[in-house]
């Protein structure tokens, strides 16, 4: 039988404890269902396999880059999750910028729910999910052009969604 030292199992204690202190949860979803509970799982939430935010921060909108393409940070909504706080959570581990979903920007076709998400305090992206996400970033619209985007037509969508956001 193999037995650890006093010494080999400090040594494992503080491996683990290194290894713990890099681990951060996502911030609680900010969604209240019908109860006033801030868990997203039930009452006027929306229900979809995946979902992400628009963030918009000094006029620049926040992307992540995947695969070498661009686009809004977002992906696969849990068993049980609602839309809006799988949009939060994903937006969480892919740029480690905390936000609250405010409203509806679009339903695509494909299912994507895309909720306009305020961030919660000064954002500072970086990239939290490396194996997912090379690059995060805050964009102005005009910088829209010089990127290569996941869908066809998406530059353009996006422009337009955050021009409308910005006149009101």
Known sequence: MWRLSTSGRVCVVAVMS??????????????????????????????????????????????????GKWGPPGGTVRSGESSQCGAE???????????????????????????WCSPVGKPLPKVRAPLEVSDVGFFSTQEFQGLKWRYPD???????????????
């Open 89 to 115: 959570r994903e937006t969480w581990e892919e740029t480690n910028v905390a936000v609250s979903v405010q409203s509806t920007a679009a339903v695509f076709q494909n299912g994507f729910h895309l909720y």
């Open 18 to 67: 290194v290894l713990l202190i890099g681990c951060e949860f996502a911030p609680d979803c900010t969604v209240e269902d019908a109860d006033g509970a801030s868990n997203g799982r039930t009452g006027r939430v929306g229900q979809a396999y995946t979902a992400g935010c628009l963030v918009l921060y000094d006029k620049e909108l926040l992307l992540v880059e995947a695969m």
């Open 154 to 168: 998406q530059a353009r969508e996006l422009r337009r969604l955050v021009n409308e956001r910005l006149r009101r």
